[in-house]
């Protein structure tokens, strides 16, 4: 199924203003900019770890490749709106040059997604063997 998630990024500065997640029955469904509300599957606020995100909106989505459907994560959004920071992690993860070196808790999705893929792959071909 097509899911689609917002992850909002702390505000540069000034208060978020405009932007306003809204809960309905405790959970984080929708965003209202200005007069306009749109509903989504998720809303990550500002306080969602790397972890948080990454079990919510990719970690099934690589069970469902290890049983052979295709998956695909987009990130879209405006330059500096935290696209690179979700998907691989911060520049120190970046500038690392080892994922084993990197802070496990600030690894994107990327890298988690790899991660998760091959430990699977790796337990598999251990059970069969």
């Not at 199924?1 to 469904?29: D, I, S, T």
């Not at 509300?37 to 099934?60: G, H, K």
Request: glycine share 8%; proline share 5%; charged share 25%.
């Amino acid at each position: 199924p097509l899911c689609v998630y917002a992850r909002l990024r702390p505000p540069a500065g000034a208060a978020r203003g405009e932007v306003q997640v809204r809960r309905r029955f405790g959970q984080a469904k929708a965003i209202q900019v200005r007069n306009m509300e749109f509903a989504l599957d998720w809303v990550f606020d500002e306080e969602t770890t790397q972890e948080e995100l990454y079990e919510m909106a990719a970690s099934e989505r690589i069970d469902w490749v290890l049983s052979g459907f295709s998956a695909t994560l987009i990130a879209y959004g405006q330059t500096g709106s935290g696209k690179t920071h979700s998907m691989i992690g911060p520049k120190s993860v970046m500038e690392s040059g080892s994922l084993d070196v990197a802070d496990p808790d600030e690894l994107g999705l990327i890298p988690r997604a790899c991660q998760h893929l091959f430990d699977e792959l790796y337990n598999r071909e251990a059970q069969t063997s």
